[in-house]
Nanobody, 113 residues
């Protein structure tokens, strides 16, 4: 059974940092990535590894967020620096198996101004 669990969210002041973790289990995952959904907005892709191992970042987070992965642990991380109030959202991890995305329950990130 595939499970995806995020952790590491919280409340931080603007300019601060947080590190999110995503632990996936139950399969071998070809791709892992982070998405976010702010109140009243659609879910958007923030960062992910492509199936070729390259990284993708949304323009809004380039230079501030870094995605990394520990393949031995099937864990992905999202280091978020220089956080802004507009980064406030629920952050979700997606792990891909045979073209299907499995989602975690999300972790809340709130950035105060």
């Amino acid at each position: 059974q595939v499970q995806v669990v995020e952790s590491g969210g919280g409340l931080v002041q603007a300019g601060g940092s947080l590190r999110l973790s995503c632990a996936a289990s139950g399969s071998i995952f070809s791709r892992m990535g982070w998405h976010r959904q702010a109140p009243g907005k659609q879910r958007e892709l923030v960062a992910r590894f492509t199936s070729g191992g390259e990284t993708y970042y949304a323009d809004s987070v380039k230079g501030r967020f870094t995605i990394s992965r520990d393949n031995a642990k099937n864990t992905a991380y999202l280091q978020m620096n220089s956080l802004k109030p507009e980064d406030t959202a629920v952050y979700y991890c997606a792990a891909t198996v045979l073209g299907r995305d499995y989602w975690g329950q999300g972790t809340q990130v709130t950035v105060s101004s």
